[in-house]
T-cell receptor
């Protein structure tokens, strides 16, 4: 079993829709949870990170972690074509980051 | 401020050859991480160096090795290349605040390795 599982998609939604991206994980030692965005032919860039369970909001993006169910979510409000990218969830412990395989998201104008 | 840089951008090798990939971290960062991103597999952790020492290693064979230089730049070497080594190799750097702290990793653009 992979330590972080993520549906690869692709996911296609119309502009302005709310997007929900989800991951599950199995490693109870994870303390930090991250979402990265990766555009084609670029390295991943950090969107948000959270410590333990809870919600964190940054503009149109909200990250949620539920440690009891080992579930990680990212919500994107008012999605834009520029949000089209691959989104990677990740868990971290002792400076080692384990990534999900990424979900390819496409926002249709 | 300059970000993480990697060279070369693309590298084409044949089976059995050796590949050397290079990474320069962000100024002030002492930790360098290497990841392999193969199609459909996400990022797989390869190696972590901090202050010139190997701190952690992912589940890869010994033919994947590397080092970190006194200026904190790093090199990844892949010996006896196999077809399945074809992937994007990403380097990331961070400051290091301890293993219990969050050490944000900043990624470079990657080196695309193709093994023929």
């Amino acid at each position: 079993q992979k330590e972080v599982e993520q549906d690869p998609g692709p996911l296609s939604v119309p502009e302005g829709a709310i997007v929900s991206l989800n991951c599950t994980y199995s490693n109870s030692a994870f303390q930090y949870f991250m979402w990265y965005r990766q555009y084609s032919r670029k390295g991943p860039e950090l969107l948000m990170y959270t410590y333990s369970s809870g919600n964190k909001e940054d503009g149109r993006f909200t990250a949620q972690v539920d440690k009891s169910s080992k579930y990680i979510s990212l919500f994107i409000r008012d999605s834009q074509p520029s949000d089209s990218a691959t989104y990677l969830c990740a868990g971290s412990s002792a400076s080692k980051i384990i990534f999900g395989s990424g979900t390819r998201l496409s926002i249709r104008p | 401020e300059a970000g993480v840089t990697q060279s070369p951008t693309h590298l084409i090798k044949t089976r059995g050859q050796q590949a050397t990939l290079r990474c320069s971290p962000i100024s002030g960062h002492t930790s360098v991480y290497w990841y392999q991103q193969a199609l459909g597999l996400g990022l797989q952790f390869l190696l972590w160096y901090d202050e010139g020492e190997e701190r952690n290693r992912g589940n890869f064979p010994p033919r994947f090795s590397g080092r970190q230089f006194p200026n904190y730049s790093s090199e990844l070497n892949v010996n006896a290349l196999e077809l399945e080594d074809s992937a994007l190799y990403l380097c990331a750097s961070s400051e290091f605040f301890g293993t219990s702290s969050y050490n944000e990793q900043f990624f470079g653009p990657g080196t695309r390795l193709t093994v023929l």
